[in-house]
């Protein structure tokens, strides 16, 4: 177990300068055990790391670990928590990459009602699901979902400037006043175009070089295909290329042209299977389906586009696969991207694009006319490459300060 102390300890002295993203509150809770859950490469680790070094940065009765650390090929977490309590009276004890360890919800549920004492917060992947764990983690455990940066956080750390979040009401009723204010912050839109791009994962902290960047998101692709949802489902490896193919596909179709049964077809697979494999995708973090409608089930037959999960990643595909931007896909992400990162739920329009707390919108460029969504009420344009706009026709940069 020294190890692994040192090991914290180490990571403790060289973790650098960490940005105080308001997420952190929220993520914060009394319960004896709580989950970070969220997307590889979206800073589960910075973040819990930057919550020891400011709250217990001196107290041995805090440990940091991490579940696909070797020492656990020989060693189990029960273990690791005996001791930690027999040696030091250990109070909280994290848990990193939580879905790599092997029978992790049993040990969990053990940990926890035999320790009384203790607490635990653990990271996984955003394929975990306590409602589906046997071991019945539910009633003892809550999950808090860690989204990637917002336009707005993205700013301020290139910025160095503090800017406010807004409601979705609140960019309706006062949008014009508010991108009047935001209008004055230098190259506003310049900015936004390089959050589309790179902004979204705290990657641009560390490249300078988008193709850097974009090479250490199609990392996170492959890592999250070939490690991350083979450690939380039971599938073949002969399986695993066929996710690689089904987010190529998907990156190079519109988004309203994609379904199940034409990726079966392209991929010559069984429609029931390829089902299974999207819905990995997007609770692995690499989709995200726009729903019919935001009562029913997250799943491929309440669907009615499904898109890569963030801009970064329509980018990082095509830096890799050179098949073209299709810019209309990435303006439409965005927004649901936002909403849905504000516990919003968006849900899919015939009318617009889609419809949000009884709000249509259409997505588009400067020149979209509002001819789709005439006659209907409480309709409004999303506009990208404006800085103002009007009444009816809001910047579409304004929905990154929902978060």
């Not at 709580?34 to 009765?61: E, H, M």
């Not at 699901?129 to 539910?138: A, C, M, N, T, V």
């Not at 729903?291 to 309440?302: Q, S, V, Y």
Request: with cysteine; aromatic share 12%.
């Amino acid at each position: 177990m020294d190890i692994l102390i040192e090991d914290y300890r180490r990571l403790l002295i060289d973790l650098g300068e960490v940005y105080q993203r308001d997420i952190y509150q929220s993520l914060e809770s009394g319960h004896r055990i709580i989950g970070i859950v969220g997307p590889r490469g979206i800073g589960k680790t910075t973040y819990i790391l930057n919550y020891l070094r400011d709250n217990y940065f001196n107290d041995p009765q805090a440990l940091y670990v991490s579940a696909d650390d070797l020492y656990f090929s020989e060693n189990r977490l029960m273990e690791v928590a005996r001791e930690f309590i027999d040696r030091y009276d250990g109070r909280l004890l994290c848990i990193d990459e939580i879905h790599k360890y092997p029978n992790w919800g049993q040990e969990l549920k053990n940990i926890f009602d035999k320790y009384k004492s203790l607490r635990i917060i653990f990271s996984g992947s955003s394929s975990i699901d306590l409602i589906k764990e046997k071991y019945d983690l539910s009633r003892r455990a809550i999950l808090k979902h860690m989204p990637g940066f917002s336009f707005r956080e993205f700013l301020e750390i290139k910025t160095e400037q503090k800017f406010s979040t807004f409601s979705l009401d609140e960019i309706i009723g006062n949008g014009m006043n508010i991108a009047t204010d935001l209008a004055s912050t230098p190259k506003l839109i310049g900015w936004f175009n390089e959050y589309l791009k790179v902004g979204y994962y705290p990657l641009f902290n560390s490249y300078d070089d988008h193709d850097d960047i974009y090479q250490a998101l199609i990392g996170v692709i492959e890592k999250g295909i070939y490690i991350d949802i083979p450690s939380y489902y039971k599938i073949k490896s002969g399986t695993i290329p066929l996710f690689k193919k089904i987010l190529s596909y998907i990156y190079s179709s519109p988004p309203s042209t994609v379904n199940v049964n034409k990726v079966a077809k392209s991929l010559k697979k069984d429609h029931s299977d390829v089902t299974g494999y999207m819905e990995m995708l997007r609770d692995s973090g690499l989709l995200r389906f726009l729903l019919i409608d935001k009562t029913g089930h997250a799943l491929m037959r309440n669907t009615e586009k499904v898109f890569l999960n963030n801009t970064n990643l329509f980018y990082a595909m095509e830096h890799e696969l050179r098949k073209g931007i299709d810019k209309g896909a990435v303006q439409e992400l965005f927004a649901l991207t936002c909403l849905e990162n504000s516990n919003l739920k968006p849900a899919y329009s015939k009318i617009g694009d889609l419809n949000c707390q009884d709000f249509l919108f259409e997505i588009g460029g400067k020149n979209k006319s509002t001819k789709q969504i005439r006659g209907s009420n409480k309709s409004f344009l999303l506009l990208d490459d404006i800085l103002i706009g009007t009444d009816q026709k809001i910047p579409l940069y304004l929905l990154g300060f929902l978060y």
